[in-house]
């Protein structure tokens, strides 16, 4: 398996390029530790047992 460490001279400058250009993710972690919490939280079961 090829990893980061292991590219070319050619592919740390592409990527050296890249992630100059490219702005860091301003996702908030507090805001994905919620949104986390409800994916995982279980459903309310619906009237009759079934679910929506």
Request: net charge neutral.
């Amino acid at each position: 398996m090829k990893t980061r460490e292991m590219g070319s001279p050619g592919f740390h400058q592409s990527l050296a390029a890249h992630q100059a250009v490219v702005p860091p993710s301003r996702v908030d972690s507090s805001i994905v530790e919620v949104v986390e919490g409800q994916t995982a939280a279980p459903w309310p079961k619906a009237a009759g047992g079934t679910t929506v």
